[in-house]
């Protein structure tokens, strides 16, 4: 469930078409300002961040109870106020995901294959294996891949290379994957023109259209095998994608990140502005950009 959003035309226009739920969304927090900023949140400023997306405090409340549920996150009273923070847990999973978004991104070195009987489904979505047969999969050797049971085999293309991307589409839905990016670019490259052009938003806009930004193309980018270039249709948008993704988050952190210095509170008061971990995802960004 989600209402107009207040502030600038562009809240408006971004939301049309969304369908911003509580869980997702405060996940997206989390990852995007708490855990770089210590991890804790007051629940007052989570209620607050959600409301401008139009998501309810009974919303927000139900979906930090399944999160606490789901061992996620983890709750801590003050008097009357409670505080949350990321569980031992959910910590490892956040990093990762943390990589992916603001990291250098690094094409594949190859691909590997491998024998591992008994993957459930979930395991086999989760880890982006493309299913070759039988306990039998192919995946890019990236160096954060999780490791998998059973055999592990180096596989490298050594004749018929102008059939990879064709055999590539039959392990991976690349399509729905492209849509999905395309649909990214459509949404959002009018704002990053027009901050680029001198336009500029309400801080708490900024924050807003971030989370979004983040939201939407965390949503692609976690799905995504990621594959070495000539595994890729020639019209492939997801370096597009990722380039527009630096520019307009490298364009509202400003506003953004001043606003949450202003507002935001954890346990020890007010969250800062910048942290070390928030200055390496903008400066790994800014390197993007000018490659």
Known sequence: MSVALPGTKWLPLLQQGLTIRAPAMIVTIYGDIVVPRGGVLWMGTLVEICARLGISETLVRTAVSRLVAAEQLVGERDGRRSYYRLASGARTEFAAAARLLYGPQAEADGFLIHHAPGLSDEVIRRLR???????LYLR???PENAPLPGLAFRADVMKGGGMLAEYAATLWDLGSLADEYRAMIDLFSPLAAALEQGETLLPADAVSA???LVQVYRAVLLRDPRLPADALPLDWPGLAARRLFARLYRSLSPLADAHIAARFEGRDGHLPAETAETATRL?????????
């Open 283 to 291: 400066q790994s960004l800014s390197l993007e950009i000018a490659n």
């Open 140 to 142: 890019p050797n990236h």
């Open 129 to 135: 294996l493309g299913r070759m047969g039988p306990d």
């Open 210 to 212: 971030r989370l979004l």
